[in-house]
């Protein structure tokens, strides 16, 4: 990712009613070629995830004989099999483990990061400026580079296949963005504030707890949207730390294999892949407001 | 049963990570003696970011870079010999140039369509502006892995004379043609997989383009259509000058993430047919091969086109530093 994400802007959530700044005249002359253009572009970027969820919930025979589109001649025959399947053959034991490694991976970063960052912003000691430096650059180095060495550490260490692996190295690779927003994001808080808690006779880590905590929340929620979003996402790790046994294997790998092994039963593809992502869609139009607001005030992971 | 260990690992996790802050400030607070708590104080605060940091990237960079030195398995130094491998190997020469499509094409298709909807976006009632951007950004929120099955879906083959249950054949038949395996076809394959790419992160590129587009100040835009200036001449020459540093940040972001990029060709295609690409084949030579050496130069080489990207990144923190 890039450190900074252009000039920021104050009107950055969508929802903001504001429609009519930066915009030409309204819809006028041009403005039926305006709207003939974008319903093509939203109908082409909407049309796979109608064809993913619709044919989740037909029949196999129906799934295998004909387009998910001829379902508008039979509009009644539904069914929930292709569920039940894929969720008896795996996927329901792994959405809960996708669960118990997004959870604490999320959650780690976010208070390791808070802490490093609070240090950063308001502590004074030696090397602040080049460890935060370093930070910075590591921003962007491509986390395949600790595979190969952290399997072999792992594996000496015994600890490959366990949750605690894939929570350390999440919040490992998370961590560089997590301390560069919050950083900047607890720096701007008013000085005043900081002091008037040290002059009440608060220690740093008082104040960080009940003073920096409480304010920093908007930074902390919308990183915590990424993270979150981004480790139940994720192959790779999971792939690599984790492994496929039936007991640690997560909803990304579970589907991998399943397109694996059952590459043309579209019937449990469509629904294995929808239930991948019923969470990230729920976080996704609850909190798609933070969301916006994260992506604007900082850009994303890298 | 299945849920109470999940439940039980989550609060293990959590706890641990707050137990953990709380020893360290307790002993900093109550066992060293006074004038060294001061030092100490800061390294309670980030001494575990730096040295989860430190243990899973910086060593691992320099332990990879010693490796791909090393044989396959990491026991003893064979010079250059990875590097030499990976420079005569057809293959590879084949899976960087497919890096390379990849990294003149993605960026700059979704930054496109990002901006186009963007400014179309713009001109609509806030209502509707406000259902098209999201229906463009939700795959945002969908893994690689789950798009790569939806698109598996529209690019799904079946013999002639089957019923074709993918769109794209569906549509291409009923034109009168053969149906096609497109993913099999070397001449085009690596695009369909970077549409994959695309649909994900147009989304993205729209949302920091379009909040750029709204700071633009009317009245520049006033002034150009004061002047005569039409609606494309004001775009090309007025706004899009203004969001340039937008443009450059949305692309290079992207241009990263497609160097990573793994998991779509590993589920469509496992890098069969001319697909492969660096990130995809490091999995093959350190998974599949056992080839520890090889994976590292692979490593290596995603390093080295990173640094520029590093370099400028700091150069502009300094910048911000220097104008605070």
Redesign the interface.
Known sequence: ???????A????E??????T????P??GA??WI??I??AV??LV?????I??LV?SFRPEAA???????SQITTPLDWTLENYATVLDGGMG?AF??S??VS??AT??PI???A??A???AW???RG?EV?F????????????????????MYSSLGITGT??AV???H???G??LA?YLFRNYMGSLPREVIESAKVDGA???QT?WRLIIPLSVPALAAYAIFQF?WV?????VA??FLGGSPDVQVV?LN??SL??SQGQA?HL??A??FI??TV??I??FSL?RYF?RG??AG??K? | MKLLTALFAIVVGVGGTVALFYGLNYLVEHTLPQRMRDTARPWVFIGPAILIVGLYLLFPALDTIRRSFMDARSTSFVGSKNYEYLVTDPGTRETIWNNVLWILVVPAVSVAVGLAVAVLADKLRPKWENTAKSLIFLPMAISFVGASTIWGFIYAWRAQGQPQIGILNAIWTQLGNEPVAWLDQQQYNDFLLMVIMIWLQAGFAMVLLSAAIKNVPDDTIEAARIDGATEVQIFWRVVVPQIRSTIVVVGTTILILVLKVFDIVLVMTGGRNGTDVVAHRFITEMINNRQLGRASVLVVFLIVVTIPFMISNIRRFREQESAR
């Open positions: 990712m890039s450190a900074n994400a252009a000039p802007p104050d009107t950055e969508w929802s903001d009613t504001d429609a700044s930066g915009g030409g309204r819809p041009g403005g305006v709207r253009a974008l572009i939203v970027w909407t049309i796979p995830t064809g993913l044919s799934v295998r004989t004909s387009g998910w589109w034991a809960v483990n669960l118990a959870i604490p959650v780690i208070l390791a990061a802490f490093a609070y240090a950063f502590m004074e000691f602040r460890m430096v370093v930070f910075v650059a590591l921003l962007v180095v491509p986390l395949q580079v600790a595979l190969v060495p952290m399997l072999r949750f605690l929570w350390l190295a919040t490992a690779f961590m560089p301390v220690g740093h880590f960080f979003l139940w996402n994720d192959l790779l792939l690599v990304t589907l991998a397109l694996g579209w593809l469509t294995g892949a991948t992502m990230p869609l976080v996704f798609q916006v992506l604007t850009s994303v890298g």
